[in-house]
């Protein structure tokens, strides 16, 4: 039977290849890569495919690795509810404990999906200059891409210093093996990335929504700078973001209805709709675990979220707001029920969902707030009295109830600057990095460390479960991640990051 089966099947492949040239066709779902990257539909198309794992960047799915465990939840501003009954996702705690090691989800997510982001890039960048179209088109699909490898990059040696630089698409398994470059190398490579991106992007008014313009470029060659400590640079390049403008409610800038409005300069774009496969799930994954998360408004009931309690908002944190602002009623909620007494929660991303557990909320990345905040770091730190005329734009801003801030000493402003930005930039993303750029993550993060292990409950442990005993000591080795496992044994070049 077997061998009149394989005649069958030789004769029909024999019959097919003699007429058709069956062996040396592709298969019409494919495209080439040298019948690609031709038209301006073939860079829209790729330049779209660059911006999909933005998405995975920043959290898809329940009980998600996205960059707010590192961002948030590893710093003073969130911790997470212990889940006593579902103990499936522990790594995600061990961020939060600083016991964390190279098999982390989260590490590997961002290492990942950031690479994926500078691959994609690479190869846009390898042939946009010998397509054929409308050179101002040729211009943004390049400005785009350099970007998106500039804010890759910024990503990856933040958090975990010394990483491969690969500008060019590899084409054999040696070139893909590349040891570690010197983050002096990698900064100077996203200066270079972001200050051409910035001459070639269209405004914000000329740019498709969804797509980055060019003060997106001007904001991350700013934020670089602001990391580098260069603040005439920063001041510089941040004076360039230009035709964007406040919300006068806080509670908008998070509506899934002003997507991209006038604050907005780079946000993660999500979708709800049944079939895009591209909805958010955060605002979920950061309410309390409930049986029905229908008690909270504009979530439809009939479903459980035993895969929540994420990224919730410390005592710290709470205190943070000074009383009046209103931006704090906007950005945390409280529950009691089941269980839990006045449990907090990150309210801002809270707007409502048609399918649980799918929310159509968008993820902000940079706001004209923070260009506004990193204006007024820059000039403090050069002594300029312009400082608090940034700060204020913010603060006392009509969004916030505030009065404005009389202050005019430098080392004076330079708390309130930091502090401004943990109020209006919470739940962004943004606290790890500030401590860790300020000096100040391992005095902080020890600090809390005590107060979680001497009092759990009040940091949403059951009263029958303590933190780790190892657990909370922050060392010099924490202001780094792991390079992810998998990293280290695929490529034999690499030199892991002291202390793990």
């Not at 779209?48 to 960059?67: E, F, I, K, Q, T």
């Not at 691959?119 to 397509?131: E, F, T, Y």
């Not at 491969?164 to 983050?183: D, M, R, V, W």
């Not at 940079?366 to 403090?380: D, H, P, Q, T």
Request: proline share 6%; glycine share 6%.
């Amino acid at each position: 039977m077997k061998i009149k089966i394989l005649t069958a099947v030789s004769a029909m492949v024999l019959s097919v290849s003699c007429a058709d040239d069956f062996l040396v066709k592709l298969p019409e779902t494919v495209v080439s890569a040298e019948s690609f990257y031709k038209t301006d539909t073939d860079f829209k198309l790729a330049t779209v495919g660059m911006y999909v794992p933005l998405r995975n960047l920043y959290g898809v799915g329940l009980a998600d690795s996205g960059a707010w465990a590192m961002g948030e939840m590893r710093s003073d501003n969130t911790v997470f509810i212990y889940n006593f009954a579902n103990r499936g996702y522990a790594d995600r705690e061990y961020v939060d404990e600083f016991i964390d090691d190279s098999n982390g989800g989260a590490a590997s997510n961002k290492y990942q999906n950031d690479y994926i982001i500078i691959g994609r890039a690479n190869q846009i960048l390898s042939k946009i200059d010998g397509a054929d179209f409308d050179q101002a088109q040729k211009n943004n699909y390049k400005g785009q891409a350099l970007f998106m490898r500039a804010f890759a990059y910024f990503d990856l040696v933040q958090y975990f210093g010394d990483v491969p630089l690969t500008l060019t698409p590899p084409t054999s398994y040696a070139e893909a093996i590349k040891s570690q470059s010197p983050k002096e190398e990698i900064y100077a490579q996203i200066i270079a990335d972001a200050t051409e991106a910035g001459q070639l992007l269209p405004t914000k008014a000329a740019q498709e929504p969804g797509f980055v313009a060019n003060g997106a470029a001007y904001t991350l060659l700013g934020n670089a700078h602001i990391i580098l400590k260069q603040w005439a640079e920063a001041e510089a390049a941040l004076l360039k973001v230009q035709g964007y403008s406040l919300l006068s409610d806080y509670a908008a800038i998070y509506d899934p209805a002003n997507k991209n409005h006038a604050e907005s300069i780079f946000e993660i774009q999500y979708f709800d709709a049944p079939t895009a496969n591209s909805a958010s799930n955060f605002a979920y994954n950061f309410l309390p675990i409930l049986p029905d998360p229908g008690v909270i408004p504009g979530f439809p009931s009939g479903n459980t979220n035993s895969y929540a309690g994420w990224n919730t908002p410390t005592p710290e944190m709470i205190a943070a707001y000074e009383p009046g602002d209103l931006r704090k009623e906007k950005s945390i909620a409280f529950y009691t029920g089941d269980v839990y007494t006045n449990i907090p929660y990150i309210k801002k991303y809270v707007t409502s969902s048609a399918i649980a557990p799918n929310t159509n909320n968008d993820w902000p990345v940079y706001r004209y707030a923070e260009v506004l905040l990193f204006l007024a770091e820059a000039a403090n730190e050069q002594g300029k009295p312009e400082a608090l005329t940034y700060l204020n734009m913010v603060h006392a801003n009509s969004r916030t109830g505030l009065a404005p801030i009389t202050t005019t000493g430098q080392t004076q402003l330079r708390d309130l600057i930091q502090q401004e930005r943990r109020v209006e930039l919470a739940f962004e993303n943004k606290r790890w990095i500030d401590l860790v750029r300020t000096g100040k993550a391992i005095q902080v993060m020890n600090a809390q460390g005590i107060k979680i292990k001497a009092n759990p409950q009040d940091y949403y442990f059951p009263a029958n479960v303590n933190p780790p005993a190892s657990g909370y000591n922050v060392s010099e080795k924490h202001l780094l991640f792991p390079i992810p496992e998998r990293e280290m044994r695929i490529n034999p070049n690499f030199k892991q990051n002291t202390g793990y």
